[in-house]
């Protein structure tokens, strides 16, 4: 096991270092500075002057090798649109923004999830299938920016209900969250549904029933946990996935995290942002596939780690 | 299993509970002395010798007081300068200061506006708008480039001669001198908290400004949160106890917060509510605003056609400006520009572009001329002119160039459009990579030869428009000592780039819609695009 997790990790390190070359030099490779805007506005001297200083007048090679080297110290330079504040600051405050969002998302994707998919599974009515089968069609085809901007509209500005600003009291994580959770509920709930109909289908099912446990026992004790393999696999990228944040959901709702960040540290060529952004996330998504693995394990032991 | 769907339900029932309590806190208990502003952009920085963009500088704007500010036409108004005096030869400026103090309530002294240019002279590569000063003080340009500290500007020509007199030397005569003075990087600064060469101290509460309002709360992305300055010296007329810039990038998200009450002024929203009658009594804007959209030409580059003077005039003059404001529907907010400086920047008397356009609409559409032309320079249904035009992939671009396009045939010009991403346009535009290509220019202090200047053969990085006549009349501007004469000269400067020689065809100025809660009045603007909000009155 440990065995397992020091491979995993190590192999996660590797595949880092591929994903930090890989991100330096495509975002060199694009054409436009983060000063390029400013040229006309600045003197020649100015820019000359910017340029040495953010090292950005060096061949590229030895900006490589800098940029590694200082990595790996756990500095990642100055943010060069932000420039006097360190990536690593910018990062530790839109992070747990992001973080929060997502948490809450991901509880309201399992709990919602997992609730419609059981009572489709389950229920003697027929309609009940039907309308968790329609919302999680509308839910898996909707684009999440729309979805996002008819709440926004509807609940926040028609109705009033909702504020639609920042993420200030718990009421405003309502709209971000549901925007964010709407597509994984659709899944989660086509999971559920049809692994719980082929569970209830399995032997030890019926002799479940047979011994005469009651069927609370049954759904709760057999048949869902077997039932969740599936979601619990799904589950692992789509928490990594919350957690890297949402571009549209995080400027529509006005969210100060890391989604927009990113996106806008590209178009900005913040070459510090892209690199600290690009090898955070991807750390993140490294440390969360090991995690999921680990739990699939525990919770299937048909699953041995260390193949 | 059991263990975390437990969990869940009770983090969702939580999390219901605790929606429940936080309903009171909407929009209705808000005091009605403070004001939220939306803005579309981070706050990058507060630092005045720092900060470059217009989002910072209108926060700063609140915050601090130079010697001077616009007022509302583009004209010089005393801060806290209370008289000056200018030496003959326009080389020494001699400020007397007005009795304010800081918000801590130590006096604002002639020391602190010492201390607050050297500061920004020697702060380094980032001081953005620094070039102010190493284009003109005294001794401040071997500053910067030496990288030296403030220790070593004994022989800066900035000098505080007493507690209230101020001395600033300059290398050169320099017209427009006093304009550049509204800029932060000389704004006074306290020694005991505005470090060289540093900035982060800027980015927590509790240094002393001297304008309307002080720093409470500051975070980059999300909002900055300013309290009332008690010390400062109008602040019987400031009614504002907070003011609160939020971050909100998404237009859509800030109309939608307008709509819900939960901004009282959204500073970047859809285009499209200047013509829309639901925002008619809560439009905004800042008229005139200083910008002009246009048409940069290279005339150096490798298409030899446009260094042609009249095939250059030809596609000047078949542009029809009112087709590209039908098509960008922009209302009052946009007007059609005959020459390169926009409305808003003061002339000897009244508005520059005004009283240019009064002689002569420069780029003026003339169609049957524009033909003539371009057949003179040999081009013609058989021997079409071939062209192209480079623009970032933006709404409002792409509207441009389809109709530009479309002018453009009707004389049988062909244009192929080209669309980049943005930082790549800057920078191909930067280094002269297009035969024509979109611009547009906010003005960096409200003089002709802001705008003026950027065509100076020296001043591109890669001169597209290289003409020694314009470059000497530029030069022999800034020579005039006679405000009236040098203006005089600045005209026929601009008539030769736009009338003369069509370096750049003009298109039309405009000012960008902002939306204002109804019941609130007093915002002062300018040209410059400062919306001061001190003297605010919530109804």
Known sequence: MVKYIGKRLLLGIFTLFILATITFFMSKAMPGSPFAGDT????QDQLDALNEKYGLDRPIGEQYVTYMSNAIHGDFGESLTRRGTPVNEIIATSMPVTVKLGLTAVVIALVVGIGLGTAAALSKHKWVNNVVMFISTIGVSLPSFLFALLLLLFVGVYLRLLPTVGLDTPLHYIMPAFSLALYPISMISRLTRSSLIEVMKQDYMVLAKSKGSSSKTII???????????????????????????????SLFSIPGIGREFVSSISTRDYSMIMAVTIFLGALMIVLNILSDIVNAFIDPRIKLGD | MKKLCLFAVSALMMATAL?????????????????????GGDVKDLDPAKASDSISNNVLVEMYEGLFEYDKNGNLKNQLCDSYTVSDDGLVYTFKLKDAKWS???????????????????????????????DSVVGA????????????????????????????????????FLNVLTSGVFYPAREDYAKEKESTWANKKGYPTNGPFVLDYYSAKDKVVLKKNKNYRQAKKVNLKELTFKVMSDQQAQLSAFKTGEVDLATSVPSDVATDDAYKNTLFTIDPFVINYFVTVNATGSNEALHDVRVRKALMKSVDRKSILKVLNGGKLQYELFGFIPKGIPDTKGDFRTNADKEDKYAAEDLEEAKKL?????????NPLKLTY????????????????????KIGVEVELQTNETQAFFDARDNGDFELARHAMSADYMDPTAYLDMYKSIAQKTAVVNDADYDALLAQANEEADPAKRMEILHAAEKLLVADQAYVIPLFGYSDPMLLQEGISGIESNPAGHYVLAFVKVK
């Open chain 1, 220 to 250: 709760f004790k057999h048949a869902l946990k077997n039932a969740m393999l599936p979601v619990i696999t799904y589950a692992g990228p789509m928490i990594a996935f919350m957690m890297t944040g949402s571009f549209i959901v995080e």
């Open chain 2, 374 to 382: 371009l057949k003179e320079a040999g081009y013609d249904t058989k």
């Open chain 2, 141 to 176: 340009y071997d500053l910067f480039k030496a990288n030296a500290s403030v220790a070593d500007a004994s022989n800066m020509g900035v000098k505080a001669l007493d507690d209230k007199t101020l001395e600033i030397r300059l290398t050169a005569r320099t017209p427009y």
């Open chain 2, 19 to 39: 929606t429940g309590c936080g309903s009171d806190s909407k929009d209705s208990s808000k005091p009605k002395t403070a004001m939220t502003v939306a803005i």
């Open chain 2, 104 to 134: 801590d309530g130590k006096a604002i002294t002639a020391g602190d506006f010492e201390y607050g240019i050297k500061r920004s002279a020697t702060y380094g590569a980032d001081a953005y708008y620094g070039h102010f000063i190493y």
């Open chain 2, 390 to 409: 480079k623009y970032n992939a933006n709404q409002m671009h792409t509207d441009v160039a389809q109709v530009l396009k479309e002018n453009w045939k």
């Open chain 1, 40 to 43: 006309q506005r600045m003197s």
